[in-house]
């Protein structure tokens, strides 16, 4: 009867070892999705700050543009509907790093050719 019992306790000694181990990885993995999460919303807000302090709202496109390339600026994205036009670049300081959240860019508005507002593209359209 005492081996029985000492194998009915090993087993369930070695179940909660793989179980315990199981949520430590699971909690491992959230924790890194986590931090990946984090440095994308991180790199994207750097990226507006930048933006924010680079590019005056109220300049004009054509200033917008010579700014965009004196950087070395890639547009990702230009829609223009009547006298609205908004234009989407992404990673301007560095590349973004993937995760959970998408990366969208930045997206600048403008209204009869001046830029009337800056924001991130998040969440993507």
Do not use: A
Not at 94 to 115: A, D, H, T, W
Request: aromatic content about 10%.
């Amino acid at each position: 009867m005492t081996l029985r019992k000492n194998k009915i306790l090993l087993l369930i000694s070695i179940s909660l070892l793989i179980i315990s181990n199981l949520i430590w990885l699971i909690d491992k993995y959230k924790t890194i999705e986590k931090e990946k999460y984090d440095n994308t919303y991180d790199c994207e807000q750097s990226e507006l700050i930048y933006c924010l302090n680079k590019f005056t709202i109220g300049i004009t496109y054509n200033n917008f543009i010579t700014i965009i390339k004196k950087e070395s600026l890639n547009i990702s994205n230009e829609v223009q509907i009547d006298k609205n036009q908004t234009i989407e670049i992404r990673n301007i300081l560095n590349k973004c790093p993937k995760s959970g959240r998408p990366y969208c860019g930045i997206v600048f508005s403008f209204e009869n050719k001046k830029l009337t507002n800056i924001e991130t593209g998040y969440p993507c359209h």
